[in-house]
């Protein structure tokens, strides 16, 4: 049995204090001795010393963990963006021949309104020369001596789709317009068939697509065409600013719309729009119906032509 006794006053009064008066402050440990029945002094412990190559002690710090944020999965889909080839604001523009594609008289109203100013006649400070048939030849020997730049009607219908096309997606759906060149060993491809493609490259100054659907191959890009859903809505629909419900959005009056792609987000199936408006719609089957499928081309043309 021990028994300690002990007596405490701050540093402060001790360190003022001097001699006996100091001493009886300091701090006294006893110890019984149970033979002698007396209180013995408790030798003070022996401070142990730390020889070389004896380890510290070391308290060691738990260290929190950092959740780890959750990566978002990556879209299912690649966007590429389209930019026209120039800006029409302040161009002069003319036509020159016969048109089948499309209505001289819109397609010129269409180029004024983007800021085009179009010629009546063929002058030197001419932008871009746009030629149809039947054209005089002192007209063409003309636009080479200046050297003005030329379209015939499907670059000017290509220009007015990518004007509203200003992104596209990949994989996307093609139209087979040409099996020439195909360099395919049996191929089966057919003039109207459709394809799905992922990729493009370019090889000898020559673009080619890597097709993923029906078969895996590498075929020229000039041999396709790229195919857009026409979609019709009983009701206004509401355009979102990207594949997500909760993104903005505000309400689309018209009732057709051109879409190039389709992407399935948790309970809805959201569609891209590139024409009228460029933006995300749902896809209500119960009030909207898929009208036909087209290429740029094609759909330019039925609103450029003459009623």
């Known amino acids: 049995m021990e028994l300690r006794t002990s007596t405490w006053m701050s540093d402060k009064l001790i360190s003022g204090m001097q001699?006996?008066?100091r001493e009886s402050f300091t701090l006294e440990v006893k110890r019984w001795n149970s033979e002698k029945n007396i209180l013995e002094?408790?030798?003070?412990?022996?401070?142990?010393?730390?020889?070389?190559?004896?380890?510290?002690?070391?308290?060691?710090?738990?260290?929190?963990?950092?959740?780890?944020?959750?990566?978002?999965?990556?879209?299912?889909?690649?966007?590429i963006k389209i930019t026209p080839r120039i800006n029409l604001k302040g161009k002069f523009m003319i036509f020159l021949g016969e048109f089948s594609s499309f209505s001289e008289r819109k397609t010129s109203t269409w180029f004024k309104r983007k800021g085009a100013k179009i010629l009546s006649r063929l002058m030197k400070k001419t932008s871009v020369a746009i030629l149809g048939s039947n054209i005089p030849?002192?007209?063409?020997?003309?636009?080479?001596?200046?050297?003005?730049?030329?379209?015939?009607?499907?670059?000017?219908?290509?220009f007015i789709a990518t004007y509203y096309l200003k992104s596209d997606f990949i994989p996307a759906f093609y139209r087979v317009d040409s099996i020439?060149?195909?360099?395919?060993?049996?191929?089966?491809?057919?003039?109207?068939?459709?394809?799905?493609?992922?990729?493009?490259?370019k090889k000898n100054g020559k673009y080619y697509v890597h097709v993923t659907k029906p078969i895996e191959c590498w075929i020229p890009e000039d041999?396709?065409?790229?195919?857009?859903?026409?979609?019709?809505?009983?009701?206004?629909v509401e355009l979102f600013e990207k594949?997500?419900?909760?993104?903005?959005?505000?309400?689309?009056?018209?009732?057709?719309?051109?879409?190039?792609y389709t992407y399935k987000f948790e309970n809805n199936t959201m569609m891209h729009v590139w024409y009228p408006k460029s933006g995300?719609?749902?896809?209500d089957e119960n009030n909207m119906?898929?009208?036909?499928?087209?290429?740029?081309?094609?759909?330019?043309?039925s609103k450029l032509s003459e009623d």
Do not use: Y
């Not at 030849?137 to 290509?158: A, G, P, Q, S």
């Not at 065409?225 to 009701?235: D, G, K, L, Q, Y």
């Not at 594949?243 to 689309?252: C, E, T, V």
């Not at 119906?289 to 043309?301: G, P, R, V, Y």
């Open 19 to 21: 001699g006996k008066r």
């Open 41 to 79: 002094p408790l030798p003070p412990p022996v401070a142990q010393k730390r020889t070389i190559g004896m380890p510290r002690k070391r308290i060691l710090k738990t260290k929190k963990k950092k959740k780890k944020k959750k990566k978002p999965k990556p879209l299912p889909f690649r966007e």
């Open 137 to 158: 030849e002192e007209h063409l020997e003309r636009i080479e001596k200046h050297n003005i730049e030329t379209w015939d009607e499907e670059d000017v219908l290509i």
């Open 180 to 201: 020439e060149n195909i360099d395919v060993p049996d191929h089966e491809f057919q003039i109207g068939d459709e394809v799905e493609l992922n990729d493009k490259k």
């Open 223 to 236: 041999n396709l065409a790229r195919i857009f859903e026409m979609w019709r809505s009983n009701t206004e």
């Open 243 to 260: 594949p997500d419900p909760q993104s903005s959005h505000f309400k689309l009056k018209c009732q057709t719309v051109m879409t190039n």
């Open 280 to 283: 995300w719609i749902i896809l």
């Open 289 to 301: 119906d898929l009208i036909k499928k087209c290429t740029a081309s094609e759909f330019i043309t």
